[in-house]
């Protein structure tokens, strides 16, 4: 569905209104989706699809993956944790991951931003190289 100017104002406009301190407010979003359900302006498909679209670049903007290939120790979830708050600011949920896969090392994700320290990338880029 192509979305049109207006609608992309407009679900930008109410995405605006349903951030509090920074941070998006879960309970200010539903009122919003329901009472632009109720009211259904022209358009208002459109400045849902956008809207939602908006929401959820946020919730994967606040959501960090840390993959490791054994069960990091609390000392280092602790470290990391801060770095991550530090740089991206309150509100971020972390979730920690074994993979086996990645043979050593870790592997951080924040929305769309990878940092890649495991064996398995410096490996691969090793024979990209050869």
Do not use: W
């Not at 407010?25 to 908006?54: C, H, M, W």
């Not at 602790?78 to 993979?99: C, D, E, H």
């Amino acid at each position: 569905m192509k979305i049109n100017k207006q609608a992309r104002r407009d679900a930008k406009h109410l995405f605006r209104n349903c951030v509090l301190n920074g941070l998006l407010d879960e309970n200010r979003v539903r009122q919003t989706v329901q009472q632009l359900i109720a009211r259904k302006p022209r358009g208002y498909v459109a400045v849902l699809s956008q809207f939602q679209r908006l929401v959820k670049l946020d919730v994967a903007r606040r959501r960090a993956t840390i993959e490791s290939a054994v069960p990091v120790p609390e000392s280092l979830k602790v470290g990391v944790q801060t770095s991550l708050a530090r740089k991206y600011g309150p509100g971020l949920s972390i979730a920690f991951v074994v993979n086996p896969d990645l043979i050593g090392g870790l592997r951080v994700q924040v929305g769309s931003d990878v940092y890649d320290g495991s064996l398995r990338a410096r490996l691969a880029e090793l024979t990209e190289r050869f």
